[in-house]
């Protein structure tokens, strides 16, 4: 018996997906830039996807650029928008993916713009206040922060920040990309936003932006005139065609999806505190209302290494993960838990999908506890 427990690092492709990806995989192979009846359906087919993700998120359809993922995503718009509004202040927080944080470090080391970090408290929530005062000496500005945490599923109000941001003439940008159950990208409340196929059961290497028609970003891929130039590249029909198809379930399915996670978590939330009376709850994770249903981060302070605790779960079948797979083989661990002033060698992070049963999470607690006793 295998059970996936690490569906915020990538989700199994729903059957559903793939059969509207496989004729764009096999016998329609057109160029959707070619002008023949090849490239024309391939262009159709393009424009269709991107008009069902723009009424899914509640855009116009021009709002809407293609990626090869959300790393790309957040570069692109991050690097595009301060190249071509001359934003010189940016805030985010140690909080963010490394898509956000990297990218806005270089940029600051470069001498492009004072980056400053907003400060969070032991739970990962901000200090709002600080961001208002922070706004009010830097108009202008740009704000980088995500709407759910991909470690410790903390929920960020985007909305109330999106005002907040407007209301001193400063700019949004959003890492979305596991917010999926937690109201669906809040495009509307941020000037850019990022989503990505691969965590909602969609394809890998394939993901989109979302730019309000209000902001300008410069293209990070040039040599075409792809994506309203936007950028450039012969476009992934077949992978687009299954992200909007990935996007359309989603919605379809999510209320049925979102109570089904929360059983899931709810559950193993108390077999775990249960059979380990010492664990610790990172963030608001143990929260059904707080972090996102599908992600719950713990520590275990009594065991040293959870590195070899996830191997220990690995070999009997079990995948989880000790944070963001873009961070997997750090030595320096985990930068969220780190910023959350706790030991990093402690963490692991279970991840589920609607795919996830009860038996299988008590299966894992189960040898968790066992190990754990040792």
Known sequence: MTIYLDNAATTQLDPEVLAAMMPYMAHLCGNPSSVHRYGCHAKAALEKSRKTIARLCDVAPAEIVFTS???????????????????????????????????LEALAKQGKIQLSYVRVDQT???????????????????????????????????AAMG??????????????????????????????????????HGPKGIGFVYIDTTVSVAPLITGGSQELTMRGGTENVAHIVGMAKALEITVRDRQKVVAHLLAIKQHMIALLKTHLPDIVFNGHSESLTQSSPHLLSI???????????????????????????????????????????????????????KNTTLAEVEKTVALLAQRCAK
């Open 299 to 353: 520590s275990l302070p009594n065991w040293s290494e959870s590195d070899m605790l996830v191997y220990h779960l690995d070999i009997h079948g079990i995948a989880a993960s000790t944070g963001s797979a873009c961070t997997s083989g750090s030595a320096l661990g985990s930068s969220v838990i780190a910023a959350l002033q706790k030991d990093t060698h402690h963490a692991i992070r279970f991840s589920f999908s």
């Open 163 to 200: 005002q907040l941001c407007r209301s001193h003439g400063a700019f949004l940008h959003s890492d979305t990309i596991q917010a999926v159950y937690c109201g669906l990208l809040s495009c509307l409340s941020s000037h850019l936003a990022v989503g990505s196929a691969h965590k909602i």
């Open 69 to 103: 993922g959300g790393t790309e995503g957040n570069n692109m718009l991050l690097r595009g928008m301060i190249e071509a509004m001359q934003i010189t202040h940016v805030l985010t927080s140690p909080l963010e993916h490394l898509s956000v944080r990297m990218p």
């Open 124 to 158: 990962g929530d901000f200090m709002w206040d600080e961001i208002e005062q922070w706004l009010k000496r830097h108009p202008r500005a740009l704000v980088s922060l995500m709407q759910v945490n991909h470690e410790i599923g903390n929920i960020t109000d985007i």
